[in-house]
């Protein structure tokens, strides 16, 4: 590998994020999990926009979006937890199939 001195770098955070406990989710009512994880995603994909973010990858229930400082990644990982927990309050208790956490995470 050669080192080119005038190579453009770029400094940036990653963010993952994933469905806590999703297959067993899954099992128990396929379909009202993915809808669920549809819901979810849409607070997600646009919480991730407003903080500067790009999605780079999904993948059944996870997501990996890179953001330009980690200042961002975190603030977003914060109001993710936060919108998704008061959507998953509002929705009917007999609900069983709300996607009651996003695991966020930072590869180091």
């Known amino acids: 590998m050669s080192f080119e001195p005038h190579q453009e770098r770029r400094l ?25 994880l549809q819901s979810n995603r849409e607070i997600i994909d ?16 996870s997501v990996l979006a890179e953001f330009p400082s ?5 603030w977003c990982a914060l109001a993710i937890q936060r919108a998704v927990a008061e959507a998953n309050a509002a929705a009917s208790p007999n609900d069983s199939t709300t996607c009651s956490r996003f695991r966020t995470k930072s590869p180091r």
């Open 70 to 74: 980690v200042v961002d990644a975190v």
């Open 12 to 36: 940036l955070a990653i963010f993952a994020a994933d469905v806590a406990g999703y297959s067993k989710l899954m099992r128990a009512d396929e379909q009202g999990t993915l809808r669920a």
């Open 46 to 61: 646009n919480l991730i926009s407003e903080h500067r973010g790009r999605i780079a990858n999904t993948a059944g229930d």
